[in-house]
């Protein structure tokens, strides 16, 4: 199975994600044009800052090294990237390039797995790619992420990126099978900014690799996503509400940028607010997006 080419599918799964927010107070009746355009503002803002930091999450818990997943991902990623300081119990000093303490713990004496990883932050850390995290993240890895059955759940202590809180728990399950490398991904998280502003966040997404199994090269490489989201953001005297589902797998090539085919609905309540079509499988940054019977083509990012 070629991980690293499933696992940077993974990574970047919720960046194909559209969110679309409803009244809280309203939960069953469609929303107005003012309304819809308050919606999809907090909804760009609330989804773009989601993605970023469990895109994050992701690449470090698969990046740590190569014994627990795949290596090289997330803050490991660069030439130069090191391992921090690795302890095993005992007192341990955050390192002076990459200002992050990782702790490792065998959690059977007779055995690699299960085995707990905290990448500690510190009272800040500002990594190169500008971001300033603090506090922990804290993994448990049943076995190796790239084997058959094993897991990674990830909860936060005191952590938080840019000032943004971090609650919540972050589960990655291999689902592989013969033949068909398959990852999932459940989150379960609250977000709070300083301004007291928050959104609540579930997601579940499966990544299954249904074409270029047998190859050597990523490039051949084709992944269906399928799964759904819901959640709710609390943005000045507002509350919105959402959930989304993808009634048609998505397509994603590896050797194209954009998603090619699938349908996601949104929904507000039960009711189908808008659906959002990918196309015909030809590689572009075109997108289908129908509001109340009114359709507009979107471009993708």
């Not at 895109?55 to 290596?71: H, I, L, Q, R, T």
């Not at 953001?233 to 085919?261: E, G, H, M, Y």
Request: aromatic residues 8%.
């Amino acid at each position: 199975m070629k991980t690293s080419s499933i696992t940077r599918m993974v990574s970047c799964s919720l960046l194909f994600s559209l969110i679309f927010f409803s009244c809280q107070k309203e939960q069953n009746t469609p929303p107005s044009s003012q309304e819809q355009e308050e919606l999809a503002i907090a909804s760009a803002e609330s989804d773009a800052e989601s993605e970023a930091i469990f895109n994050d999450v992701f690449d470090n818990v698969m990046g740590v090294n190569s014994e627990v997943a795949v290596g090289g991902t997330g803050i490991f990623n660069g030439p130069s990237r090191g391992s921090g300081i690795e302890v095993v119990g005992g007192a341990a000093q955050i390192d002076s390039i990459h200002c992050y303490v990782i702790t490792i713990t065998h959690l059977n004496s007779a055995a690699i797995f299960p085995i707990r990883i905290e990448l500690d932050f510190g009272a800040g850390c500002v990594g190169r790619d500008g971001r300033t995290r603090k506090g922990r993240i804290i993994t448990e890895y049943s076995n190796r992420l790239t084997i058959a059955g094993a897991t990674a759940t990830t909860i936060f202590d005191g952590y938080s990126v840019n000032d943004i809180k971090v609650e919540g728990k972050h589960v990655l399950s291999n689902k592989s099978t013969i033949g068909r490398p398959s990852l999932n991904v459940k989150v379960t998280a609250k977000l709070t900014s300083l301004s007291g502003n928050f959104s609540e966040w579930n997601c579940d997404r499966t990544i299954a690799q249904i074409d270029g199994q047998l190859t050597t090269l990523a490039f051949d490489d084709i992944f269906t996503i399928t799964g759904s989201a819901s959640g709710s953001v609390k943005k000045a005297d507002k509350f919105f509400q959402w959930s989304t589902t993808i009634s048609k797998p998505l397509v994603k090539k590896f050797s194209c940028r954009w998603i090619t085919q699938g349908t996601i609905i949104i929904k507000k309540g039960s009711t189908h607010i808008a659906i959002l079509e990918y196309g015909n499988g030809q590689c572009d940054d075109k997108a289908s997006f129908t509001v109340i019977g009114h359709v507009r083509e979107i471009t993708l990012h």
